[in-house]
Every structure is written in structure tokens, then in C-alpha cells.
């Protein structure tokens, strides 16, 4: 079973600038996946970034890139040029990927992010 | 259907009854999940089914709470004799894989008990 931490309830950060949002993760399975969601006022769930847990190098999709630090069990969510639209709650999510098998994603409690103009 | 489709999006009802909430996932998705989020929370797991495997209801808060999935497809979540703590917004997700975009949400049903 994996539990996830998120110890930042809250964030501001200047519009253009880059910030990190914290994760921190405690499984026993040999193969995981890490997620990272966004959920705006409107309550969708927007899917953002995944790393795999033998991925050897960090996940990057566009201005969000996922410093993976296996050792320390964390996977960093970094937002380059931090834009107004960017405001939302973000969550950090992992699931076992052992087999093939789909398997519950067990989710964090989140980071509120504030972009300020 | 292009994405998980969920019924109700707004359900309100009295404290003691009733209320059965569907999660319609994508076509070819062999998982489906129900997640409960309450006002400012993060996404507490309620139940997963995985095709024919019995569902793993570890998540699910109560005896109240119970949910079926018929022919592998539709999934009812039915909970009995609502309570105002089980206020709260239900979140579906259907997934093929256990990574990258494979997991997507419905858009919630928002459960309301007065």
C-alpha cells in the first residue's frame, strides 16, 4: 500500500516565476508509478506528469518537469514561468505498476497554488 | 462515450434516505474506481473493481456504503441511510494502464445531504 504525503496545504508564487511542490511517498511495491494532478475551481481532474519508478531520467511535459528522488522517496512537482491560469489545487497520486495489472491510485491532500499577477 | 460519464452531477437529499450515484467508464477500460472528496479535501479511494477479480472495498467508510458493476461496464455506488458527513463530491475514474494519462476522472456527482 503507498501513502503520500504533501506537507504544503498552501503556495504563492509571482507569475513568471518557477515552484516546487512537495511530495513525498512510502510504498513497499518493486514497481510504482508517480502522478501528478491539477484540479482547478471547476473540480476536473487534469492529469499533468507521470514517472515510472525505474525511469532513469526525470519526467518533463512541457513547463512541468517531476524531480524524481528515488531514494529519498520524493517526486517534486517543479512549474516553470508560473502562469495566472496555473492556480488550482494540485495533488500527487502513486500506484503500484507490478504485472500489467491497473491498480488504485492513492492520492495525496493536496497543495493550493496562488499565481499572483 | 469519449470520457467517464457520471449521474447525477447534483444530487440532494434528505438525511436517512437512500441515493445511488453511476459511473459510466470508457468503453475498454477493465478498471473503475470511485474516490470521495470532501469541501477543500484530497481524494480519500472508496472502492476498485478490476474485471472479474472481486472488487477491493478496503476504502469504503462504512456498511452504508456499497457499490456493484454490471457486465464489467456500469457501476452504481448506492448509499444507504445518508448521513451529513457523507456530503461530499464522487469522483469516478475508469483506466487501462497503470501509467502516464492511463486513469481518467468523471466530472463528479456533488452529493448534498440536508
Known amino acids: 500500500a503507498q501513502k503520500i504525503t504533501q506537507t504544503q496545504p498552501g503556495m504563492f508564487v509571482q507569475e513568471k516565476e518557477a515552484v516546487t511542490l512537495d511530495c513525498t511517498y512510502d510504498?513497499?511495491?518493486?514497481?510504482?508509478?508517480l502522478f501528478w494532478y491539477k484540479q482547478p475551481s471547476s473540480g476536473e481532474m487534469i492529469f499533468l506528469i507521470y514517472?515510472?519508478?525505474?525511469?532513469?531520467q526525470n519526467a518533463t511535459e512541457g513547463r512541468y518537469s517531476l524531480n524524481f528522488q528515488k531514494a529519498r522517496k520524493s517526486a517534486n512537482l517543479v512549474i516553470s514561468a508560473s502562469q495566472l491560469g496555473d492556480s488550482a489545487m494540485y495533488f500527487c497520486?502513486?500506484?503500484?505498476?507490478?504485472?500489467?495489472?491497473?491498480?488504485?491510485?492513492?492520492f495525496g491532500t493536496g497543495t493550493l497554488l496562488a499565481v499572483q499577477p | 462515450g469519449a470520457g467517464v460519464s457520471q449521474s447525477p452531477s447534483n444530487k440532494v437529499t434528505e438525511k436517512g434516505k437512500d441515493v445511488e450515484l453511476r459511473c459510466d467508464p470508457i468503453?475498454?477500460?477493465?478498471?473503475l474506481y470511485w474516490y470521495r472528496q470532501s469541501l477543500g479535501q484530497g481524494l480519500e479511494f472508496l472502492i476498485y473493481?478490476?474485471?472479474?477479480?472481486?472488487?477491493?472495498k478496503s476504502g469504503l467508510p462504512s456498511d452504508r456504503f456499497s457499490a456493484e458493476r454490471t457486465g464489467g461496464s456500469v457501476s452504481t455506488l448506492t448509499i444507504q441511510r445518508t448521513q451529513q458527513e457523507d456530503s461530499a463530491v464522487y469522483l469516478c475514474?475508469?483506466?487501462?494502464?497503470?501509467?502516464?494519462?492511463?486513469?481518467?476522472f468523471g466530472s463528479g456527482t456533488r452529493l448534498t445531504v440536508v
Open positions: 475514474a475508469s483506466s487501462f494502464s497503470t501509467q502516464g494519462d492511463g486513469y481518467t
Open positions: 510504498t513497499s511495491d518493486p514497481s510504482y508509478g
Open positions: 514517472q515510472g519508478s525505474y525511469d532513469q
Open positions: 497520486a502513486a500506484a503500484s505498476a507490478g504485472g500489467g495489472a491497473t491498480n488504485k491510485l492513492i
Open positions: 468503453s475498454g477500460h477493465t478498471a
Open positions: 473493481f478490476q474485471g472479474n477479480s472481486a472488487p477491493d
